[in-house]
């Protein structure tokens, strides 16, 4: 038996949250044009991700805007989510 897989770009990926296909409580992603389901973040990730957070806005304060938790776009392959 041959499995065929089916890539996505990100404008498709977008397309299937608008249409509903995609919920917000989909714990997906879009790495190297495939739909991956995310791990559940757990108490250790969360306490990282809150350190660096405060470590970076001191040391980027004016300079940068610190982007926390929010989808990045990597081109039309990846999109990866929080």
């Not at 660096?52 to 929010?70: C, D, E, F, G």
């Amino acid at each position: 038996m041959t499995v065929v897989r089916r890539r996505f770009n990100v404008h498709e990926f977008e397309q299937m949250a608008r249409a509903g296909i995609l919920s917000e409580d989909d714990r997906v992603e879009l790495i190297e044009e495939e739909i991956v389901e995310m791990t559940p973040i757990g108490p250790r990730h969360a306490a990282c991700v809150g350190r660096l957070t405060a470590l970076l806005s001191l040391r980027t304060y004016q300079r940068a805007i610190v982007w926390v938790q929010n989808p990045v776009r990597l081109g039309e392959r990846s999109e990866p989510r929080p």
